[in-house]
């Protein structure tokens, strides 16, 4: 509405406390480097499905209808139909599943070289169709929840992955002219085999939300 390109980097998975870490260790330069930063709360119940619906919809669960993972359909007017609606165009970069019926069909990354990530293959399709005619690009990184999942928030294939991630975003970034806003959809804990999500701890409901400007010439 206010004739400004915005680019979505949404990060599965991606506490707060673990953008704290970075931070502190000089793990992520890029986003750790981002001046306007700040903790945000997720929705309840803390999983893909829920916060991304909050996401895209602006919405909390008892208005946009998704509570858990086994809601998939929207209930409020999803980001890209408010896109269209003022004659505009958007893109949406997803892994390699539709989390949500959105009012656009995500672009879907399969892992093509088998490398148990699709997040290669999300930032090969995102630097293939990004463009200036794009006023909306609302990209999904998978690899920080896997690694989480598998490994612990806090264990070196996670921290590898976010910083991998980090090198993603910043090359983006030098390609988009335009406003970009980073945040995920849930946090996670540790667990004895690893880390999960899902209740109501800090670790899960909160994230990070940093909004920076994009382009070779732009300061963070």
């Given at each position: 509405?206010?004739?400004?390109?915005?680019?979505?980097?949404?990060?599965?998975?991606?506490?707060?406390?673990?953008?704290?870490?970075?931070?502190?260790?000089?793990?992520?330069?890029?986003?750790?480097?981002?001046?306007?930063?700040?903790?945000?709360?997720?929705?309840?119940?803390?999983?893909?499905?829920?916060?991304?619906?909050?996401?895209?919809?602006?919405?909390?669960?008892?208005?946009?209808?998704?509570?858990?993972?086994?809601?998939?359909?929207?209930?409020?007017?999803?980001?890209f139909q408010e896109v269209k609606?003022?004659?505009?165009?958007?893109?949406?970069?997803?892994?390699?599943?539709?989390?949500?019926?959105?009012?656009?069909?995500?672009?879907?990354?399969?892992?093509?070289?088998?490398?148990?990530?699709?997040?290669?293959?999300?930032?090969?399709?995102?630097?293939?169709?990004?463009?200036?005619?794009?006023?909306?690009?609302?990209?999904?990184?998978?690899?920080?929840?896997?690694?989480?999942?598998?490994?612990?928030?806090?264990?070196?294939?996670?921290?590898?992955?976010?910083?991998?991630?980090?090198?993603?975003?910043?090359?983006?970034?030098?390609?988009?002219?335009?406003?970009?806003?980073?945040?995920?959809?849930?946090?996670?804990?540790?667990?004895?085999?690893?880390?999960?999500?899902?209740?109501?701890?800090?670790?899960?409901?909160?994230v990070p939300y940093l909004v920076?400007?994009?382009?070779?010439?732009?300061?963070?």
């Open positions: 509405k206010q004739n400004e390109k915005v680019m979505v980097i949404f990060l599965d998975g991606f506490g707060y406390h673990q953008y704290l870490h970075c931070s502190k260790n000089n793990l992520a330069p890029y986003m750790t480097g981002i001046e306007n930063n700040s903790k945000a709360l997720t929705s309840y119940k803390p999983v893909s499905n829920t916060g991304l619906a909050a996401a895209l919809t602006g919405k909390g669960p008892e208005e946009n209808g998704v509570y858990s993972r086994e809601f998939k359909k929207l209930k409020s007017k999803d980001l609606e003022m004659g505009l165009k958007s893109k949406y970069i997803e892994g390699n599943i539709k989390i949500l019926n959105t009012s656009k069909e995500p672009i879907l990354n399969p892992d093509l070289n088998n490398n148990e990530t699709t997040d290669d293959e999300v930032f090969g399709t995102a630097k293939e169709v990004i463009n200036n005619q794009t006023s909306l690009f609302f990209i999904h990184f998978h690899g920080i929840d896997e690694a989480g999942h598998d490994n612990g928030p806090y264990s070196k294939k996670t921290i590898d992955v976010i910083k991998k991630t980090d090198e993603y975003i910043a090359e983006l970034a030098e390609n988009w002219s335009g406003k970009i806003i980073i945040t995920a959809d849930h946090g996670m804990h540790s667990t004895v085999n690893g880390g999960d999500h899902g209740l109501i701890l800090y670790q899960d409901m909160f920076t400007e994009g382009g070779s010439d732009f300061e963070k």
